[in-house]
């Protein structure tokens, strides 16, 4: 894929993250890798989400130098190089501040299998323990608690989500705070809310039970 509509993707990403109140100003970050060279476009830091174009977007390598572009990289280029040096599956990530699913982080609580959706995420999305913003040691929590899924909110910072192209992390971004906000409904409704088992979303994903 060129990395000019990478450019273009992150940028349309950023405003659909924003008005979908999952970031705000220039909060976050987002990146995309390109399969074919390896190189990642990904949001500069400090660039508010509304007021940015296509030519603001940077270019680096998997070791987070500057390939295209001026400026910096966003202060969590080590969280993002590190799952595409790990992930081979993985081509677009995004991490965001969206509030509740925040919130379930801050209580150390994962949050539930409790929507249909979660398919796209493989389910219950774990917290990883909080770590240094900006630091290589918050990718090795992602990841490890992310394992082989595709989310996980990092403890009083926020959801960090990967897919395998930039489309599915932004709708993955938007699984986890929709289902943040469901199971916090549910658990103040019912002390033992119905969650979605494993084989539900076998099931869903044509994949039948594993039993």
């Known amino acids: 894929m060129l990395l000019k509509e990478l450019r273009e993707q992150i940028v349309e990403a950023g405003v659909r993250l924003v008005e979908g109140h ?9 990146s995309a890798r390109d399969p074919e060279s390896g190189l990642i476009a990904i949001k500069p830091s400090g660039g508010d989400y509304l007021e940015l174009t296509p030519e603001d977007i940077l270019v680096i390598d998997d070791e987070g130098d500057v390939i295209e572009g001026a400026g910096r990289p966003s202060s969590e280029t080590p969280m993002h190089t590190l799952v595409y040096r790990r992930r081979d599956d993985v081509n677009g990530a995004i991490h965001t501040h969206s509030p509740v699913a925040t919130a379930w ?4 609580r994962e949050i539930p ?10 389910g219950a999305i774990p917290i990883a323990p909080y770590r240094q913003p900006g630091t290589r040691a918050v990718g090795e929590g992602a990841l490890e608690a992310m394992g082989s899924g595709f989310a996980v909110v990092l403890q009083n910072h ?32 019912s002390e033992r809310p119905r969650l979605v088992t494993e084989d539900d979303y076998q099931r869903m994903l044509g994949g039948g039970s594993k039993g």
Do not use: C, D, K, W
């Not at 982080?105 to 150390?108: D, M, T």
């Open 22 to 30: 999952l970031t705000y100003l220039s909060s976050g970050n987002i």
């Open 105 to 108: 982080s801050v209580a150390g």
């Open 113 to 122: 299998p409790v929507t249909v959706g979660q398919a796209l995420t493989e």
């Open 158 to 189: 926020g959801p960090f989500v990967v897919g395998q192209n930039l489309r599915m992390a932004l709708a993955a971004a938007f699984v986890v705070e929709e289902a943040a906000r469901v199971a916090f409904y549910a658990t103040l409704l």
